[in-house]
Every structure is written in structure tokens, then in C-alpha cells.
Antibody, heavy 123, light 107 residues
């Protein structure tokens, strides 16, 4: 059973940057799309980005597009989310999640989630 | 695709039947809809995928149904551990979206 562990969350000033990491344990995630989902305090879930197994294809939500990059290291069984030009509204818990679904569609739901890492953007 | 969940809060007693609704702003192809349960301080947990398939280890009191724009999560007989927030998610388009959640609370 794979476990996902996020790290890198911190208190950062508006305009700053953070790199979030997600390490997978117990099983390889190299053949899966991997994604990041955010939850603002007391709010719902927001999909942010995901990355294909080959690391070359990536998708971003409009809320973070142009300010974020996602990458993966299949040898280290890990995924990262680099966020720049952070805003107060980026505050929240950031979850890493494994994406699964019907092969060939590139349309996925989330079957394994990490416990999240907290990002606070405040001056 | 915007997903609207109703009701916002549902107050029921253990043993009762819960019916949660998720409505999409346009048709979801191939029933690409999932349901998650989230308890305080925990990450979401996958319950249902492809609108009606239970995820591994999910009790059969949970069931999903629907197609097009209207989907339902039903919990046949509430157990104390079922009181939580429930979210639907569409994956009909690659820009995945979630509903705003339904809080299921003990009456």
C-alpha cells in the first residue's frame, strides 16, 4: 500500500516562493499521474496541477498557472510543486494525491492522498 | 464544469438513510464522477468512482448513482463514523473540479 508524505509547507510573505515535495513509500508511483490539491482553511478542495508519468506533460488550474511548476523524479519516487509569487489566497493545506482511472483517457480521480502540508502566506 | 452539492448541511441520526446530491453545470461524460469523505484533520478518502463503483474497502452501505448532470451518494444506514464532509469530483474534463461539500452532522 503506497503512502504519500508531503513536506515543504511554511509561513511565507506575499510575493515569496515555496517548493513542496511529496515522497511515496511502499510502492512505486512512477507509472501514475500525480497531482496536487489544495484546501483553504475551512473551505473545500481545489485541484491545482498534475503531471504525467513521463514528466513531460503537465496541467495547471488557472489559479496557479504561470506561477507554478510541477516536476517529478521517478528514481526517487517523488513529485514536487514549485509555487512563486505567492498570494494570501494561496494559504491552505496542500495535498499530494495519486491519480487513477480508465487507461487511455488521461482523466483521473484520486485514490491515495497524503496528509498534507500547510502553506501560510501572510505578512 | 461547476459542481453544486446539496444540501449544504444534513442533520440525521445514526441508523437513518442519507441522500446527498451533486449537480453539474453541464453533462459529465461516461459518468466520470467520484465521491470522497473527509473527517476533521484528515485527508479526503475515496468512496465512489465512475459514479457508482465502490473503492476498495468501502462498506456496501455506501452507494452512488446518476448520470448526465445529476448524481447521488446514498448511505443506507448511518453509522457514527459516517458523520463527515462529503465532496463530489468530476473528471470528465482534465481541469478537475470539486463540489463545495455537504456536511453530514449528527442530529
Amino acid at each position: 500500500e503506497v503512502q504519500l508524505v508531503e513536506s515543504g509547507g511554511d509561513l511565507v510573505q506575499p510575493g515569496g516562493s515555496l517548493r513542496l515535495s511529496c515522497a511515496a513509500f511502499g510502492s512505486s508511483v512512477s507509472n501514475y499521474w500525480m497531482g496536487w490539491v489544495r484546501q483553504a482553511p475551512g473551505k473545500g478542495l481545489e485541484w491545482l496541477a498534475d503531471i504525467k508519468p513521463n514528466g513531460r506533460d503537465r496541467l495547471f488550474a488557472d489559479s496557479v498557472k504561470g506561477r507554478s511548476t510541477i516536476s517529478r523524479d521517478n528514481a526517487r519516487n517523488s513529485v514536487s510543486l514549485q509555487m512563486n509569487s505567492l498570494r494570501v489566497e494561496d494559504t491552505g493545506i496542500y495535498y499530494c494525491a495519486r491519480e487513477v482511472g480508465t487507461s487511455g483517457t488521461d482523466l483521473w480521480y484520486f485514490d491515495v492522498w497524503g496528509r498534507g502540508t500547510l502553506v501560510t502566506v501572510s505578512s | 464544469i461547476v459542481l453544486t452539492q446539496s444540501p449544504g448541511t444534513l442533520s440525521l441520526s445514526p441508523g437513518e438513510r442519507a441522500t446527498l446530491s451533486c449537480r453539474a453545470s453541464r453533462s459529465i461524460s461516461s459518468t466520470y464522477l467520484a465521491w470522497y469523505q473527509q473527517k476533521p484533520g484528515q485527508p479526503p478518502r475515496l468512496l465512489i468512482y465512475d459514479a457508482s463503483n465502490r473503492a476498495t474497502g468501502i462498506p456496501d452501505r455506501f452507494s452512488g448513482s446518476g448520470s448526465g448532470t445529476d448524481f447521488t451518494l446514498t448511505i443506507s444506514r448511518l453509522e457514527p463514523e459516517d458523520f463527515a464532509v462529503y465532496y463530489c469530483q468530476q473528471y470528465s474534463t482534465s481541469r478537475y473540479t470539486f463540489g463545495q461539500g455537504t456536511k453530514l452532522e449528527i442530529k
